[in-house]
């Protein structure tokens, strides 16, 4: 067992799609990060690599099923030059979507 577990987790596990937000708006994903099943610091690690893996622009979508892991996402978002656009809870997660400036 490692450091994080025995779990394997596809960082990226889909590309593309859309996903509206609460103001009526839609966005394009670029990236998806599945960080469903594990937890600190493991989906800020993830969703860094991801901000630093993407264009300007482009926004990625976080799953995480981790409380603490939902509370520190948005505020990283500075150190990252990426903005914070929403936090949705969805059935069995959160979805964050996160912009890179």
Request: with cysteine.
């Amino acid at each position: 067992m490692g450091l994080f577990g025995s779990k394997k987790k596809t960082e990226e596990a889909v590309s593309g799609g859309t996903a509206r937000l609460s103001d009526g708006s839609e966005i394009k994903i670029a990236r998806q990060v599945d960080c469903l099943g594990v937890s600190c610091p493991r989906p800020q690690l993830m969703t860094k690599k991801a901000i630093n893996e993407i264009a300007i622009g482009e926004v990625i979508e976080v799953l995480a099923d981790n409380p603490s892991s939902v509370e520190a996402l948005p505020p990283m978002c500075d150190e990252l030059d990426a903005t914070h656009l929403e936090t949705i809870k969805a059935p069995n997660c959160w979805r964050i979507y996160i912009r890179k400036d």
